[in-house]
């Protein structure tokens, strides 16, 4: 098992940026990729970025691509989720994910453990 515990959301203003956090413990050396997801009210989930712990291969969505940057701290078990240039369509619950065998990134169906999520708040 492998437990996920994000951290870092809150309230900003537009243009304003965050640090998320996302510190797993447990069976994390069986892990192949860590991702991010976010889910506003009434939409699906939907993918963010994702970081593969060997190598540090990263890919984002197109929607922030520029303005956020995943990167991993191995010998912490942490993944962190910068997000710079905040806009009002960025607010959403944040999750963090682990997936075993991750083969499409974008699909959260791929992730075999969640986090419980972090609020973002964007404010106009």
């Known amino acids: 098992q492998v437990q996920l515990v994000e951290s870092g959301g809150g309230l900003v203003q537009a243009g304003g940026s965050l640090r998320l956090s996302c510190a797993a413990s447990g069976r994390t050396f069986t892990n192949n990729a860590m991702g991010w997801f976010r889910q506003a009210p009434g939409k699906e989930r939907e993918f963010v970025a994702v970081i593969r712990w060997s190598g540090g291969t990263t890919n984002y969505a197109d929607s922030v691509k520029g303005r956020f940057t995943i990167s991993r701290d191995n010998a912490k078990n942490t993944v962190y989720l910068q997000i710079n240039s905040l806009k009002p369509e960025d607010a959403a619950v944040y999750y963090c994910?682990?997936?075993?065998?991750?083969?499409?990134?974008?699909?959260?169906?791929?992730?075999?453990?969640w986090g419980q999520g972090t609020q973002v708040t964007v404010s106009s």
């Open positions: 994910a682990a997936g075993i065998y991750v083969r499409n990134y974008q699909l959260p169906a791929e992730y075999d453990y």
